[in-house]
């Protein structure tokens, strides 16, 4: 079964630091995605990652894939209150003989950035 | 470009009543899926459309839930009875082509099953 583990679950930070938000999934996968959710609201599509070694960037966020540590990483870069959301990421099954964009979440990492 | 339409944003019923939910893809997209989101965990894929047929329903508890998407464009999933572990948000995503784009989410309908 494949398993999608995100760390922290829960983040509070102050505006201006760094932190890196850590995404971990059980098998082989080529294909991951971030996402963020505000409160009552659908997700929102950030970054999809589609080989190893992928980075891509927007703005304050950075995404990146390990398809080898089978880790991909969310980080964040001087953070301001309106990066406050909960963060997905999600592992295409397909590789894992899942059909094609079945794709399994982990549990979110809550952001809360604070002045 | 117009986003996944749902409805209704909120329903509220008792257990063992009946419910349907309403979407309404992004035109053009191919690929319909049904997530259920419960308080404090990630989406889970419940059913997964390719035009009208139906890709994948291995997670849909199909006791209870069922999906249909005629014509290959709207989709409705009802639940009948409702129990109390079905409060949850209702999700709605579609993509252009299976596997291959990213999934646009609509903006959920939230259920509370009393």
């Known amino acids: 079964e494949l398993k999608v583990e995100q760390n922290p679950l829960f983040l509070s930070m102050q505006e201006g630091k760094n932190y890196t938000i850590y995404c971990n999934y059980s098998t082989t996968s080529d294909r991951l995605y971030w996402y963020r959710q505000d409160p009552g609201k659908s997700l929102e599509s950030l970054f999809v990652?589609?080989?190893?070694?992928a980075v891509k960037q927007e703005g304050r966020l950075m995404a990146s894939l390990d398809t080898k540590a089978r880790l991909s990483t969310l980080h964040i870069t001087a953070a301001v209150h309106d990066l406050s959301a909960t963060y997905f990421c999600?592992?295409?099954?397909?590789?894992?003989?899942?059909?094609?964009?079945?794709?399994?979440f982990g549990k979110g990492t809550k952001l809360s950035v604070k002045p | 470009e117009a986003g996944v339409a749902q409805s209704p944003r909120y329903k509220i019923i008792e257990k063992r009543q009946s419910v349907a939910f309403w979407c309404n893809p992004i035109s053009g997209h191919a690929t319909l899926y049904w997530y259920q989101q419960i308080l404090g965990q990630g989406p889970k894929l419940l059913i997964q459309f390719q035009n009208n047929g139906v890709v994948d329903d291995s997670q849909l508890p199909k006791d209870r839930f069922s999906a249909e998407r005629l014509k290959g464009v709207d989709s409705t999933l009802k639940i009948q009875p409702a129990k109390l572990e079905d409060s949850a948000v209702y999700l709605c995503?579609?993509?252009?082509?299976?596997?291959?784009?990213?999934?646009?989410f609509g903006p959920g309908t939230r259920l509370l099953v009393l």
């Open positions: 990652l589609l080989s190893n070694g």
């Open positions: 995503a579609s993509s252009l082509v299976r596997g291959q784009e990213t999934q646009y």
């Open positions: 999600a592992v295409d099954t397909t590789f894992y003989g899942g059909s094609q964009g079945n794709l399994i």
